[in-house]
Structure formats: C-alpha cells, structure tokens
T-cell receptor, first 115, second 114 residues
Framework: DAKTTQPPSMDCAEGRAANLPCNHSTISGNEYVYWYRQIHSQGPQYIIHGLKNNETNEMASLIITEDRKSSTLILPHATLRDTAVYYCIVRVAPVSSGSARQLTFGSGTQLTVLP | KAGVTQTPRYLIKTRGQQVTLSCSPISGHRSVSWYQQTPGQGLQFLFEYFSETQRNKGNFPGRFSGRQFSNSRSEMNVSTLELGDSALYLC?????????????FGNGTRLTVT
C-alpha cells in the first residue's frame, strides 16, 4: 500500500471549513484513498473514500487531484465534536470477497476545532 | 443499525494470565478484523476472519489467536500475557463482499496488564 504524509496537527475555527491535506505520491492506479478519524477513547470512524473522482457524503467532501498524488478532506462547517485525529490511508481494494487486506494507519493529523 | 460491539470495555489482568475479547459485527457484515493500538506503535493489524476462516494475519506472536463463529461474531484470545500487551484492542467489521467496503470499528477493549 502507498505511503501517506499528513501534517501532524492543524487548528480550525468552529463553523469554518477544515481542509486536511494528504500526500500519497506513490499511489498506484488501483489504490483507493480512505479517510478515518479517531476521537479520544473511541474506535476509528470511517468518513469517506474515493478512487479518482471527488466524493461527498453527509460528513465530508474528498477532493483528489487529477494526478492522484494528493487529496484533501473537507469538513464544511467544523464543530467542536470534529476535534479528532484524522487518518488518510491508501489501499488496494480487495479483488474478491474475503480477500481484504489490512489497513495501515499512519500518524494522522490532530485536528483541533477552536471555539 | 447497531454498530460494532466489543466486550468488555475495560479489562485488567496480571502477567501470565490469558484473556478473551469479544466482538459482535454490524448485522450483515461477514468480515471481522482485529487491531492493536498503542501510543508508541499506533494501530497494528492482528488478523482478519471471513466465513469462520482466518484470511489474513499480521506480525504478532502465536500467543495472539482468534476465531469467528457462524453468526460472524468473533473472539480474540491472548495467552501468557505480558506487560507490553497493554493496549486498546479494536475490532472492525466490513460487508466482505469484495469491492472497497470500508471498515467499521468498535470502541475497543482497553486491556491493562500489571
């Protein structure tokens, strides 16, 4: 799986958009970009994933550059509850049922939403 | 739909003992994987089960084992506990029908070995 690079920490004002960058310059054509977050004392929470098109769901938007070497997770209106460690992961999708490969989590970005 | 449920939430054991952790996946999810999380090592993959068969295994000693039942529930066992086994143990489930279905994690079992 491709290695990812994220800033160790970021701050964001409550109500503003939080833009979390991730570099994955060695990503290959069949690797997806996944974002998870972990709030203290809880398990990681899935946020969003994508291959090459931009994606949006009720939690966030994922913008992937055309060359796929980097991506940005956007939380449109950050709240205090969005304070967490955000992990960007790239991995190959399993080709068959049950042949899933484990996720490799890096150090992530500690996002602190300030009141 | 209920999320991934892990029991117990907290556990304190002494060195040399063994422990069993339990995980109930999201209804309909057939794949269950286990992770160990420590401040120093981060999140490390232990193993993954699908249809009662271990499909993938991380780099942990044989003291760490697991199994999956026909209802997809899973258990993880650690024998001869060591101080270094103190960690948050996370279980995650996924649909397991191929493609790119994401993992859904439980809130973990916090194991303390004294």
């Amino acid at each position: 799986d491709a290695k990812t690079t994220q800033p160790p920490s970021m701050d964001c004002a409550e109500g503003r958009a939080a833009n979390l960058p991730c570099n994955h310059s060695t990503i290959s054509g069949n690797e997806y970009v996944y974002w998870y977050r972990q709030i203290h004392s809880q398990g990681p929470q899935y946020i969003i994933h994508g291959l090459k098109n931009n994606e949006t769901n009720e939690m966030a938007s994922l913008i992937i550059t055309e060359d796929r070497k980097s991506s940005t997770l956007i939380l449109p209106h950050a709240t205090l509850r969005d304070t967490a460690v955000y992990y960007c992961i790239v991995r190959v999708a399993p080709v068959s049922s049950g042949s899933a490969r484990q996720l490799t989590f890096g150090s992530g970005t500690q996002l602190t939403v300030l009141p | 739909k209920a999320g991934v449920t892990q029991t117990p939430r907290y556990l304190i054991k002494t060195r040399g003992q063994q422990v069993t952790l339990s995980c109930s996946p999201i209804s309909g999810h057939r794949s269950v994987s286990w992770y160990q999380q420590t401040p120093g090592q981060g999140l490390q993959f232990l193993f993954e089960y699908f249809s009662e068969t271990q499909r993938n295994k991380g780099n942990f000693p044989g003291r760490f084992s697991g199994r999956q039942f026909s209802n997809s529930r899973s258990e993880m066992n650690v024998s001869t506990l060591e101080l270094g086994d103190s960690a948050l143990y996370l279980c995650a489930s996924r649909v397991g029908t191929g493609g790119y279905s994401p993992l859904h994690f439980g809130n973990g079992t916090r194991l303390t070995v004294t």
